[in-house]
């Protein structure tokens, strides 16, 4: 093949072994040498992990026949993400867990720039990648943390209703017949649902105001016992402390007693953003949750006990009382942020705020899939391509996070020393508008 691993021989071992047992749960054969090449490719030092660039550095000497592998394999061959990613978790999650216990399952969702319209899932919406609407397609993930270190453990993209109920690109793109349109919360829970029945370590669900002003996502995760501290927006109603909507009106000589919840016109729930503005300064503290690079993070919070108020009209017990943890900077005319938490009673404030806030660990690992693994380079347009290809992407990163849990847990990922020949000097990668980079 013409690559040469210089890294250290007992980490070279560790990698060989690791990848032998992805390339078995792979299935076939004819697959596990093409992907023990692919996971090669894309930690590789090199700017660019498409395909074609990643044949070139695998094997400069027989470009086409290592792309036409790589590609079959990525974009044709019916292995499963599922079972490919469990063996990843196999491996990754018990050096992590060396470190420390899981305490959280975080969902995100990711966004990738895309021009033109034809590759699967791609649309006009939110991209976070930019921080605007943008032509677009985004994925949704659920990883497992512990609190030095993260995996992502599912990933889906997420179909737009346009393209759920448009048959002809569907066919296209080769998107299965049994996805249908699902919200991004309805996504995660069903990731969440799939990682519950695996017996995964439970840890606290984390995600951000997308998902937690979402009634259903939440009492999903309550229905499956697990405990959350999510995001929600300003507007989310509840009841403030010690108030709870009305009982039912008093029964009748004749039919049903009634059953439902009331409110009146002096009797209604708050927005969360009221009824933060109505607290008391004294109420909120200056708090300091983690060390940060150079400057400690800090801000003032506020933890209180309230009831969601939503539709409760409709309910005939009022919503469990939780958490509202508000964050409100000092100088700033109003809050910033908001939460709400099934966490205990007892839990203290600093304990909620270390929680809501480590959510942003995953921050990282995006960071490293995308800038060192290539997670957004999948040039292709079917739904199978684009999902192998980001599963090959978690596998590679899942073998980094490994490493790093050996040594020291905070360390970037990187790559691990291989060096690849340089390409032919005529090599030129298909559609590339100038002279390419060497890689």
Known sequence: MGTRLSAPGPQEKRFAAYIEGLATAAGHQDRQAPLKNYCKGLLLPGERKSIEPMAARLDPENIQPMRQSLHHLVAKAPWSDEVLLEQVRNYVLPAMQKQGPVVAWIVDDTGFPKKGKYSVGVTRQYCGQVGKQENCRVAVSLSVSTWSSSLPIAYRLYLPKEWAEDAERREKTEVPEEVEFQTKPAIALDQIRAAVAANLDRGVVLADAAYGINTEFREGLTQLDLQYVVGVQSSMTVWEPGKQPLPAKPRRRMGRPPRLLQ????????????????????????????????????????????????????????????????????????????????????????????????????????????????????????????????????AAYGFLVAERNRFSPSARAGHLGFVAPRPVPDFHPRGSPRTPRAP
């Open 263 to 394: 409110r009146s016109t002096d009797h209604q729930p708050l927005s969360v953003k009221q009824l933060a503005m109505s607290l008391p300064s004294t109420t909120f503290r200056e708090i300091t949750w983690r060390a940060g690079t150079d400057r400690k993070l800090r801000s003032r919070f506020a933890a209180v006990r309230v009831r969601a108020a939503h539709r409760d009209y409709e309910k005939a017990e009022p919503h469990p009382e939780e958490w509202l943890l508000i964050e409100w900077p000092r100088g700033e005319k109003e809050p910033a942020k908001y939460w709400v938490s099934t966490l205990p009673p007892t839990t203290k404030l600093k304990a909620l705020i270390k929680m809501a806030k480590h959510r942003w660990i995953i921050e990282r690992d995006y960071e490293e899939l995308k800038q060192e693994l290539g997670l957004g380079h999948f040039e292709g347009r079917n739904w199978r391509g684009f999902h192998h290809h980001a599963t090959l992407c978690i």
